[in-house]
């Protein structure tokens, strides 16, 4: 396996990515699968975190545990 140095980056505000993630916006989309919202919500922590928002970030996960318990468990 090839580790490349590619990054994902959200091209939205955070505030709308944690929105669609928990599931009160669908970003325009006439329907949203629970994965893309996983994949947004990751992609929102990760921002977060990449600007320093330790505490945003944490209260970001600790919503989306509550939503998505199996994806975003203890060791998320």
């Known amino acids: 396996m090839r580790c490349t140095d590619e990054r994902f ?11 669609f993630a928990l599931g009160r916006s669908n970003l325009g989309y006439p329907e949203a699968s629970d994965a893309a919202r996983c994949v947004m919500g990751v992609l929102a922590i990760d921002s977060l975190e990449y600007s320093e928002q330790w505490r945003a970030a944490a209260e970001a996960r600790a919503r989306l545990r509550a939503r998505w318990p199996e994806q975003f468990g203890p060791e998320f």
Not at 10 to 19: G, Q
């Open 9 to 19: 980056r959200l091209k939205i505000p955070v505030e709308e990515a944690l929105a």
